[in-house]
């Protein structure tokens, strides 16, 4: 059994975590300012995470 402080220590989560939240930030502050949403091939979509190879999911932790 994988105990919460053996995920929360993993730092690949952290990184999908830290990915995600960028994100979803991002996207609530386009929104805010009425800018739209890149389409998802533009350049800069994904801001600092471009040409990175990140994957980009807004929602929640898959378990």
Same mark, same amino acid.
């Given at each position: 059994?994988?105990?919460?402080?053996?995920? /929360?220590?993993?730092?690949?989560?952290?990184?999908?975590? @830290?990915?995600? /939240?960028?994100?979803?930030?991002?996207?609530? @502050?386009?929104?805010?300012?009425?800018?739209?949403?890149?389409?998802?091939?533009?350049? #800069?979509?994904?801001?600092?995470?471009?040409?990175? #190879?990140? /994957?980009?999911?807004?929602?929640?932790? /898959?378990?």
């Amino acid at each position: 059994m994988i105990k919460k402080k053996d995920i /929360i220590k993993n730092e690949l989560l952290k990184g999908i975590i @830290s990915v995600r /939240i960028n994100t979803l930030w991002r996207m609530l @502050s386009l929104k805010c300012h009425g800018e739209g949403l890149p389409a998802p091939n533009d350049e #800069g979509a994904t801001g600092k995470y471009d040409n990175k #190879g990140a /994957i980009f999911i807004p929602g929640g932790l /898959i378990y």
